[in-house]
């Protein structure tokens, strides 16, 4: 089995945010993945940024998690299209990811696709 590469700091950053986000919405990392409909080590994984992830599914699982602040989520997204290797403090630099994050759903709201 091939030696997997250590995360690059963007990966682990953009998982770190997405933690985040997930956390704020009130999940776990069983529930996320119900959600997702994948499995939780596939979340992990993401999360502790092993795995890359694509812009496409960091607007997914944002809009999962109900998080409709759109310049956070334009800035994780720029995050994850960036790929070129050894860029990361490139990335960290050219895109500040805006301090303002999504809050988790009032009272009585429900998470799209969450079970009563």
């Known amino acids: 089995m091939p030696v997997r590469k250590p995360a690059t700091e963007r990966q682990r950053r953009l998982g770190a945010e997405l933690r985040k986000m997930r956390e704020r919405a009130g999940l776990t990392i069983n529930e996320a993945a119900v959600m997702h409909r994948t499995d939780r080590t596939t979340v992990s994984n993401v999360e502790s940024g092993r795995f890359g992830v694509s812009a496409d599914r960091v607007r997914v ?56």
Do not use: T
């Open 61 to 116: 699982w944002a809009a999962n998690y109900s998080c409709h602040e759109a310049p956070y989520i334009d800035a994780l997204a720029e995050m994850a299209r960036e790929r070129r290797a050894g860029a990361a403090d490139h990335v960290a630099r050219r895109h500040k990811v805006p301090r303002r994050r999504c809050s988790a759903p009032g009272r009585g709201q429900r998470l799209p696709g969450a079970s009563a």
